[in-house]
């Protein structure tokens, strides 16, 4: 049993382990969160998103290490109300108004939020009347949003909360989690749409086999992982000579017949490569999230090798979180 601390994380993961038979979900996750934070989880299909989600909502425990919320664990802080989530597949009860299961909700915590604020924000006021059976999917994803407000709690967890949202339902859904952060609450989300991340988190933390692979602001992610592609048709189908050596180039492949150079000073391997051939359909694009996710998970693939199980210690990986905290963007 922990104290509570006064003044603790939000959210602490130290050394948290998760394994589920030989898998390993989670691998020695060492994260802290704080107030006000709007952090996006990163990581590919099965890399541990939804495993570290249920451990810090205390719907399941750590193999080894621990994983705090507010400085006690994380059932304490879910039952005293001061967390919200939305998980996957959730299903909320059906026969009722929406107006009706956010007062019902609200009305299980100790100081929850005004129905009508609570649908305000979730941008449903319009369907506070409608039953939810009625409801579309994107209209449903939005009511176990608002749910997940009703306790007025200080940490909000979602689990792909907008996979089910048009365009403009997604714009509402990024401007109430500005506007809860800017109250001082902690929003936590895991997404595939890494535009989204790039767009409205301040911080990105990757994971890949569980481990952390980069943590930071997306700017600083992007920038040390390259900031750039230089990109130029591959004459004979190969990389010609020298230019993996040129200035800034971190790497250098040919794909679908073009050369791509990731380059940390596009401006410097462009300068470099006219002195060195005559590109033809010379291409330089500054790198996006998405550019930046993919390198880094094919560099912890790369250096954990096979895939990873509890009963073969051996084969786990130093170098993916370790390599990555040498190039600095894990805090
Ligand atoms: N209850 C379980 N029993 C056995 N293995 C599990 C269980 N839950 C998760 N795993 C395994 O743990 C690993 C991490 O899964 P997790 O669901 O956390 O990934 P994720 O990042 O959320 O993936 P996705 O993006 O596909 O939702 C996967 O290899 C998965 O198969």
């Given at each position: 049993m922990?104290?509570?601390q006064a003044?603790?994380?939000?959210v602490?993961?130290r050394?948290a382990?998760k ?16 107030a ?18 249920a ?12 994983v ?20 996957q ?34 941008g449903?006021?319009?369907l ?7 409801l ?21 967890v ?9 365009v ?17 609450k ?23 086999r569980?481990?952390?692979i ?20 591959a ?9 993996a050596?040129?200035?800034g180039?971190?790497t ?11 380059t940390?000073?596009?401006?410097a391997?462009?300068i ?31 250096a954990s ?27």
């Amino acid at each position: 049993m922990t104290t509570k601390q006064a003044g603790a994380p939000v959210v602490a993961f130290r050394g948290a382990v998760k394994d589920y038979g030989a898998v390993r979900a989670v691998d020695a996750l060492d994260l802290e969160f704080t107030a006000g934070e709007r952090v996006a989880l990163l990581g590919r299909n099965g890399a541990g998103k939804s495993t570290s989600i249920a451990l810090m909502l205390g719907l399941d425990e750590p193999t080894a290490g621990t994983v705090e919320l507010f400085g006690g664990a994380p059932r304490d802080a879910v039952e005293g109300g001061r967390v919200g989530a939305m998980l996957q597949d959730f299903k909320p009860v059906s026969r009722i108004t929406v107006g009706e299961l956010v007062g019902f909700v609200g009305s299980a915590y100790p100081a929850p939020l005004p129905v009508a604020e609570v649908l305000e924000l979730a941008g449903i006021a319009h369907l506070a009347k409608r039953r939810v059976e009625k409801l579309s999917g994107g209209q449903i994803q939005r009511v176990c949003f608002a749910v997940a407000l009703a306790g007025d709690p200080d940490l909000l967890v979602l689990d792909e909360p907008t996979a089910a949202l048009d365009v403009q339902a997604r714009q509402e859904f990024w401007r109430s989690m500005r506007a809860l952060t800017d109250r001082g609450k902690t929003v936590l989300f895991s997404t595939h749409y890494l535009e989204e991340a790039d767009r409205n988190a301040d911080r990105i933390v990757m994971i890949d086999r569980g481990r952390l692979i980069a943590d930071g602001g997306s700017a600083e992610i992007k920038r040390t992982v390259g900031t750039g592609v230089v990109a130029f048709d591959a004459v004979d189908g190969t990389l010609p000579e020298g230019v993996a050596a040129l200035p800034g180039v971190r790497t250098a492949e040919v794909r679908d017949g073009r050369v791509r150079l990731r380059t940390t000073d596009p401006d410097a391997t462009t300068i470099g490569l006219v002195g060195l051939l005559t590109p033809r359909g010379l291409e330089v694009t500054q790198a996006g999230l998405e550019e930046a996710f993919l390198t880094l998970t094919s560099e912890a693939s790369e250096a954990s090798g096979a895939a990873r199980t509890s009963g073969n210690p051996a084969s786990v990986p130093a170098a993916s979180a370790s390599a990555s905290a040498e190039k600095g963007f894990t805090r």
